[in-house]
């Protein structure tokens, strides 16, 4: 993918261009799209003049009513038509709406698109089969329709499987964290925590099966989340586990405060799923955890090595015992430097504002080009 001359072309574009930004993933609907969708614009808000054209979802938490979503398009069509001024940018907030940026091409004006990529909304062409083949084709088809738009991908994995269905420009920005950093506390030295959906590509079952009886007898595994995999869910069978369920952010946070360290043990599938960034990890270092993360996906941008946690080789059992292993020799003191110091990091990385700077640089990238 095409990348850009920052310092050349920020200089050139001193005006903060005008922004709309619109989205189908809103509160009340839950999960992470809808959280970075109104973060970022909360941010970007007081930085450029900013229209949010948003979707909201159902009070219950989920996604909107398909009905609303098929409506969608004509009600973003019918602001665009009556709007009073033209922005520079029309940042559509995931993949599967390219269609919007079409608007872009019946303007009297110059506007710039501008698609935020995630992850599955990107590489769900990786998982083959009748659907993702069409979804696969549908990307392409705005690869080709769209092809001057920039695509902001939270990591370089993401980044990549934009290219792979013809997305030729891209920019990296990395996510953030609202996660509370609670007390401090005494680790429990003898728990390991996951947190986490329990799917295969997470690595949970993995670690259970080939890692934890490479561990002493002494320590066990807590693991928060919600079971989406059958095969995962047969895992947590085993005398050494304790399974919790789904933690408000506040329980969540303490845990990862408290136990001896924080797993990430993500592993390749059959299947393409992958890694879009993987927030667990800027979660639990600015909560006071010692992240331990598989060197792989966009977990190579959610981890700072050696600063908010440490990579390790993806399905390498014997480096992620000698780890754990390393981790429960720490003195009180090293345990201390080492956490406060992923905290300070995480804390200016992983920050709201620092996205929507980012985000506000990939804008004025475009309007000057």
């Known amino acids: 993918m095409e990348r850009l001359d920052h310092a050349t072309l920020l200089n050139a574009a001193p005006a ?4 709309w930004f619109i989205t189908r993933k809103w509160g009340p609907a839950m999960g992470g799209m809808e959280t970075y969708c109104e973060r970022l614009t909360k941010e970007l808000g007081r930085m450029t003049p900013l229209e949010v054209i948003a979707l909201p979802g159902r009070a219950d938490g989920s996604p909107p009513h398909w009905c609303a979503l098929m409506l969608f398009p004509m009600m973003v069509l019918r602001r665009w038509l009556a709007r009073e001024t033209t922005p520079d940018i029309l940042h559509l907030g995931d993949m599967a709406i390219w269609p919007l940026g079409l608007l ?3 303007s009297r004006q110059p506007v710039r698109a501008i698609l935020s990529a995630h992850g599955t909304d990107v590489g769900y062409h990786r998982r083959g089969g009748l659907k993702g083949r069409l979804y696969g084709f549908y990307l392409k088809l705005g690869a080709r329709l769209l092809r001057d738009a920039t695509v902001i991908a939270n990591s370089a ?3 990549a499987a934009a290219c792979e269905t013809g997305w030729r420009k891209a920019e990296i920005v990395s996510l953030a964290t609202d996660m509370p950093t609670p007390k401090a506390g005494v680790a429990q030295h003898d728990t390991i925590l996951f947190a986490g959906r329990l799917v295969e590509r997470k690595g949970c079952g993995w670690f259970i099966r080939n890692v934890l009886p490479l561990l002493p007898e002494y320590l066990t595994l807590e693991v928060a989340g919600t079971v989406w995999d059958e095969s995962e869910n047969a895992a947590l069978d085993h005398p050494r586990i304790r399974f919790l ?3 408000p952010p506040g329980e969540l946070a303490e845990r990862y405060a408290r136990s001896l360290c924080v797993i990430v043990p993500n592993i390749a599938v059959t299947n393409g ?3 879009g960034f993987g927030l667990v990890a800027c979660e639990a270092a600015v909560a006071g955890g010692v992240v331990l993360a598989a060197h792989r996906d966009g977990l190579r941008e959610a981890v700072i090595n050696g600063e908010t946690g440490y990579h390790l080789t993806s399905g390498d059992a014997r480096s992620w015992a000698d780890r754990i292993h390393d981790v429960t020799t720490w003195s009180p003191d090293r345990r201390e430097r080492f956490i406060a110091g ?3 990091a995480a804390k200016y990385h992983y ?5 929507a700077r980012e985000t506000l640089d990939a804008y004025r990238l475009e309007t000057v080009r």
Not at 16 to 19: H, N, Q, W
Not at 351 to 355: C, L, Q, Y
């Open 273 to 275: 799923e992958f890694e």
């Open 351 to 355: 920050s709201w504002p620092r996205v």
């Open 16 to 19: 903060p261009p005008r922004v």
């Open 245 to 247: 369920g789904p933690l």
């Open 104 to 106: 872009t091409k019946i």
């Open 342 to 344: 992923a905290k300070a």
């Open 157 to 159: 994995a993401t980044a």
